[in-house]
C-alpha cells in the first residue's frame, strides 16, 4: 500500500509539474476569460463530476457535514485562491525564478508542518523528526533551484537598472513570502476536510482513496470563489467581456480546458495517495507532490530552451534537484516507518 501511495504521488507531480503549460497559451484571451475558463474547470466541474462518479452521495455526504467544518475547509480554500493571486504580481516584480523558489518551498513547509502538529501525539511518532529532516532538506533543494533561475536570469538579461532592481525585489519577495504562506492552506483545508471523507466511508461505505475526493470538492469551492470571483471583477474592471468572442481563440480554450484537468488530476491523484499513506498522507504526500513537481516544471523548461546559453546555472540546477529528489526519498522513508 505505502508503495502505491508513492507511486500515486509521483504520478501527481507529472500533472502538476505540466498544468502550467498551459499559461503559455492564453492569447489571444484575456488573462481574465482564460483563467475564469480555467478555474472553474479545474475547482467546480472536474472535482464535482469525478466525485460524483466515484461517490454518488458526494453532495448527500457535504449537506450534512458539520457546518463550521465546510466552513473552514472552504475557508482555506479561499485563502490559498488569494495566494495564487499574489503569486502572479509577485512575478511582475521580481521574475518566475525567485517567486517559484520562495513560493514553492513555503507552500510545500507550511503546507506540511501545520497537518504534522494537527496530529494528536505527533511529536512522539518515530518517523517525526525523519519528516522535518525530509522538509528541510526539501527547502534547502527549492533555494538551490531559486539561486539557479536567479542567477540564469542575470545572465540572460544582463544588469538592469540596480536601484530600481533592488526595490523591485524586495516588494516582490515580500508579497512572495505572502503567496507562500497562503498557498499552503490548499493542503491545510484538505486536511481540515477530513471529516467529509471519514463521513464518505463510515456512513456511505465509501473507498477511503475516493473519499478524498469528497474532501476536496469543499476545499475547492472556496478556492473557486477567490479565483472566480477576482477573474470576474477584472473581466467587469477592464470590460473584457468581449475577450470571450475574439477571432482564433478556439485553441486558448483548448488550452484552458487542458490545464484545468491536469491542475485537479494533480490533486485528485495526490489525495489518492496521501489516503494510503493513512493520518501522515497530507503531511508526507504534500511535499513529496511540490518537491517532484519542481523537477518536472524545470524538466519542461530545459525541454523549451529556458536554460539555453546559461550552462553554469543550469549545473546549479543540477545540484538543486539532486538535493530534491534526496528530500522526497527521506519523505518516502518516513512513510515506511
Not at 475547509?73 to 525564478?97: D, H, K, P, Q, R
Not at 465509501?206 to 478524498?212: H, I
Request: with cysteine.
Amino acid at each position: 500500500m505505502h508503495f502505491l501511495a508513492i507511486v500515486l504521488i509521483i504520478f501527481a507531480s507529472f500533472f502538476q509539474g505540466s498544468f502550467g503549460l498551459g499559461m503559455k497559451h492564453m492569447a489571444p484571451l484575456k488573462w481574465e476569460a482564460w483563467w475564469l475558463v480555467h478555474s472553474f474547470v479545474a475547482m467546480i466541474l472536474m472535482v464535482m463530476a469525478w466525485s460524483y462518479i466515484a461517490v454518488p452521495e458526494t453532495f448527500t455526504i457535504i449537506s450534512l457535514t458539520d457546518q463550521s467544518v465546510l466552513f473552514y475547509a472552504m475557508l482555506y480554500g479561499f485563502l490559498w485562491g488569494i495566494g495564487g493571486i499574489l503569486f502572479g504580481v509577485s512575478v511582475e516584480y521580481t521574475g518566475i525564478s525567485i517567486t517559484y523558489g520562495i513560493v514553492m518551498g513555503l507552500a510545500a513547509s507550511v503546507g506540511s508542518i501545520i497537518p504534522l502538529f494537527q496530529i494528536e501525539g505527533a511529536t512522539s511518532e518515530p518517523s517525526f523528526y525523519i519528516v522535518l529532516a525530509g522538509v528541510g532538506l526539501l527547502l534547502v533543494g527549492v533555494l538551490i533551484t531559486a539561486i539557479a533561475g536567479v542567477k540564469r536570469d542575470q545572465l540572460l538579461q544582463g544588469e538592469a537598472d540596480t536601484n530600481v532592481q533592488q526595490k523591485s525585489i524586495k516588494t516582490g519577495v515580500l508579497i512572495a513570502v505572502t503567496s507562500g504562506v497562503l498557498s499552503a492552506f490548499l493542503n491545510v483545508g484538505f486536511s481540515n476536510a477530513t471529516p467529509v471523507a471519514e463521513m464518505a466511508i463510515n456512513e456511505f461505505g465509501a473507498d477511503p482513496k475516493d473519499a478524498s475526493l469528497v474532501a476536496w470538492a469543499v476545499v475547492l469551492i472556496g478556492a473557486f470563489i477567490m479565483n472566480g470571483g477576482y477573474a470576474l471583477y477584472k473581466l467587469t474592471r477592464n470590460k473584457s467581456w468581449s475577450s470571450f468572442k475574439v477571432a482564433n481563440s478556439k485553441k486558448a480554450y483548448g488550452w484552458a480546458i487542458l490545464a484545468g484537468l491536469f491542475w485537479f488530476a494533480a490533486l485528485g491523484v495526490y489525495g489518492r495517495g496521501a489516503a494510503l499513506m493513512g493520518p501522515l498522507g497530507p503531511v508526507i504526500g504534500w511535499p513529496m507532490l511540490l518537491g517532484l513537481a519542481l523537477i518536472i516544471s524545470n524538466i519542461w523548461g530545459y525541454r523549451s530552451g529556458e536554460w539555453k546559453g546559461a550552462k553554469g546555472p543550469f549545473k546549479i540546477l543540477l545540484m538543486g534537484l539532486a538535493v530534491l529528489i534526496v528530500a522526497t526519498c527521506i519523505l518516502g522513508y518516513a512513510n515506511m516507518e
